[in-house]
């Protein structure tokens, strides 16, 4: 709906823009500080008041207004939760809200639903008291923990620098190490009740919490971490990583690594990085050139600093040896940034005119990518692979030497990708 009325543009600058995200991080830290107790989030209780007036009524009516009441007496509960629901869909995301709103209103509904054919079964609830604080001090720390992922974002497009992967994952080890430690009953907070005992239930959260923890640590000193790697910072972040200098066996550094001469320096390399040390372009019209020049077939990579879909198939496909053994030695990479905010020099901006449609200049790395992307493919999206052919003054999707690929965890799929690539290239060219 927001893309329809406001328009697509508007959906990548709300997502990519540094004062968004930063308002965003902040409502989450806001949402989190009611969760631990430092206030409460609630509607007047006139409104309150009002809405339960109309549900004595009876009927349809007052039964609409029963559950209008319900839902403004737990506002203070409810709010973080669907307030970071609606931060994420805001922001482009449909799979995590869509799938976060069915679970909520589906734990709402199987309760009374339950009730309402077992009625003695309400005799036989839990009392409300202390273990319902809990409940919300936990999901204080989650949230605290997963709004952080809103600095990430325009730390990477701005090239801040300020948020490397070991200071983001440092972070995650206090904010869990305390929610452990709350869950013992070590760490109390003024509305606490005194924990006597720790029930089993408890006690296996605390289990879990500082399991967690322990499988960050490692990620401190580079290991991939890769079940949780694309929500991270990317490694080329880390500013100390013992994976990086035992390049034996290193995932990262393979040793059967050969490193391929580039025809120039790439542009925008001082900055910009391709996982694994693979050696590519971040200009398509540079990286076609050197291609030419090498006579190799092209590994066109559109992503982006904020994508976790990307960051998903690094971890988990470009990793794999076979993979950085063909990226590097069969392919030239030519890796498209389409969220990246770097201000591009004037002789290379896409100025508005007749048939590209434009109503404002594009003087942006990520914007000028995401129109070549949608002239040259018809689509918008990352990950996004194609495998180009380096000849031929053809449009870039003639050259299209098989399919392109999206996102998909499957290393099978993606070597066969990369073979036929090889083979139909080989073809053209024999």
Known sequence: MIAILLGPDFINWLSTHWIPNLLFFLLFVLFAASFFGLFEIVLPSSLVNKSDQQADKGGLIGTFFMALTLVLVSFSCTAP??????????????????????GFSLAFAIPFTLLAFFPSWLNKLPKSGGWMNSVKVVLGFVILALGMKFLIIPDQIYHWNLLDREVYIAFWIVIFTLMGLYLL??????????????????????????????????????APL???????????????????????????????????????????????????NLEGFFDFKQGIKCAKRLN??????????????????????????RVLKMLRENYIIITLYTDDRTTLPEEEWILPDAQNGLKRPINDMGRKNTFFQQNEFGLIGAPYYALLDCNGNVPVKQRLLVTPHGYNLNIEEFIKFLDKGIEQFKRRHS
């Open 296 to 321: 190799k077939p092209v590994f066109l990579d559109f992503t982006g600093h904020g994508c976790a879909k990307c960051k998903d198939m690094e971890a988990n496909v470009w990793s794999d040896s």
């Open 81 to 102: 939760i669907i307030g970071g629901l609606l931060v994420e869909a805001a922001r482009g995301s449909i799979l995590r809200p869509v799938i976060g709103m069915f």
């Open 185 to 222: 009953g070590k760490l109390k907070f003024s509305h606490d009740s005194d924990v006597k005992h720790i029930g089993v239930a408890r006690l296996v959260m605390a289990i879990l919490t500082f399991t967690f923890v322990v499988y960050l640590i490692p990620g401190m000193f580079g």
């Open 226 to 276: 890769k079940a949780i790697s694309s929500i991270l910072p990317p490694i080329e972040t880390h500013d100390f990583n013992i994976m990086a200098i035992n390049k034996e066996t290193s995932g990262y550094n393979s040793p059967d690594k050969k490193s391929i001469t580039l025809c120039e320096t790439p542009k925008f390399s001082e900055f910009l990085h391709i996982p694994y």
